[in-house]
Nanobody, 123 residues
Framework: QVQLVESGGGLVQAGASLRLSCAAS????????MGWFRQAPGKEREFVAV????????YYADSVKGRSTISLDNAKNTVYLQMNSLKPEDTAVYYC????????????????WGQGTQVTVSS
């Protein structure tokens, strides 16, 4: 059973940067497909970015492409989401998630989820 714990969220001004972390226990993240999702109030959870470390694959939503970088530290068993040039529309609870296969990676069909970390971007 993989357990995921996100951290690194906060309140920042537009244009700032944040690095979100997702630490894991109970599984080796480098063997999983690791996704970041976000959910704003009143909206559905949406895909942000994904990494499949063992294959060297990454993929980003258009809304964050060029501003964000997903990475994995194998030694720390932690996935990161570096977000730059933050915008008010990036405000949401950010979740990390894990699954075994690189299929439908933009959907919410992941096996394990963290509890989320709040990101608020003020204008």
């Amino acid at each position: 059973q993989v357990q995921l714990v996100e951290s690194g969220g906060g309140l920042v001004q537009a244009g700032a940067s944040l690095r979100l972390s997702c630490a894991a226990s109970g599984g080796t993240l480098s063997t999983y497909v690791m996704g970041w999702f976000r959910q704003a109030p009143g909206k559905e959870r949406e895909f942000v970015a994904v990494i499949y470390y063992s294959k060297g694959w990454t993929y980003y939503a258009d809304s964050v492409k060029g501003r964000s970088t997903i990475s994995l530290d194998n030694a720390k068993n932690t996935v990161y989401l570096q977000m730059n040039s933050l915008k008010p529309e990036d405000t949401a609870v950010y979740y990390c998630a894990a699954k075994r296969t690189w299929t439908q990676v933009r959907t919410v069909w992941y096996d394990y989820w963290g509890q989320g970390t709040q990101v608020t971007v003020s204008s």
